[in-house]
């Protein structure tokens, strides 16, 4: 319980959490706490280390999306990083967050209505949704990078911005993505994962093959 506590203070100092937001994150983390002994949302294991692992893991995304007023989180599963954004946001943004299980859109559902968030959830495959005006797209151990932009081309297409959070294999999956798509990335170190690194995919194209 002190090592949770000691990261909840260390990621509020880190980045700059406001009281507002903090709010916001405690009440998303109090309906986990309770959903999790009932969902598959996170392993038991992970708990004590939430808010390292998960929270701001998910924050510093923050620093590439500034300036995004619409959000599309794919796969949100257990809200990471879809409800935290939500949560740190500047007033006039929104995310949405797409799941498939309806077990998890419960939660996530549960979650944003416990912290007044300004996002909503869309139970459906990714291929499916059709959402306009999206100015960021962003995902998390969802997939490798070949077929995580296949579900996010309709809106990297359109001019959003991609920022997946991505582990060591990074370099290899850029590689294979490349096969048939032309890219303008940029790759920063995590935060939170000394072997782990945030692409920002800020133009992408299909390649003729």
């Known amino acids: 319980m002190m090592q949770d506590v000691l990261d909840r203070s260390a990621v509020i100092s880190a980045f700059d959490v406001s009281r507002e937001t903090l709010a916001r994150l405690d009440a998303i983390l109090a309906v986990l706490d309770d959903w999790r002994g009932r969902v598959n949302l996170i392993g038991p294991r992970e708990w004590p280390m939430i808010w390292h692992r998960h929270v701001a893991d998910s924050l510093q995304l923050m620093a590439h999306i500034e300036g995004a007023r619409r959000v599309v989180d794919l ?19 929104h995310v949405t967050l797409i799941e498939s299980v309806g077990k998890k859109c419960a ?4 979650a944003i209505e416990a912290a007044e968030l300004p ?22 151990a969802l997939a490798p990078l070949p077929k995580l932009l ?24 850029l590689t294979v993505a490349k096969q048939r798509w032309t ?3 940029e790759v920063t170190p995590s935060r939170t994962s000394p072997t782990g690194r945030v692409l920002v995919v800020s133009e992408a194209k299909r390649r003729d093959v």
Request: charge should be negative; aromatic fraction near 6%.
């Open 107 to 110: 939660f996530l559902r549960a």
């Open 119 to 140: 996002a909503k959830v869309c139970q459906a495959r990714i291929e499916s949704v059709q959402l306009e005006g999206i100015e960021a797209v962003t995902a998390r």
């Open 150 to 173: 296949e579900l996010s081309a309709k809106w990297l297409e359109s001019g959003a911005i991609g920022v997946f959070p991505k582990g060591e294999n990074l370099e290899e999956e």
């Open 75 to 93: 796969g949100s599963g257990a809200g990471f990083p879809g409800l935290i954004l939500a949560a740190a946001l500047p007033e006039g943004a």
């Open 183 to 185: 890219l303008a990335t």
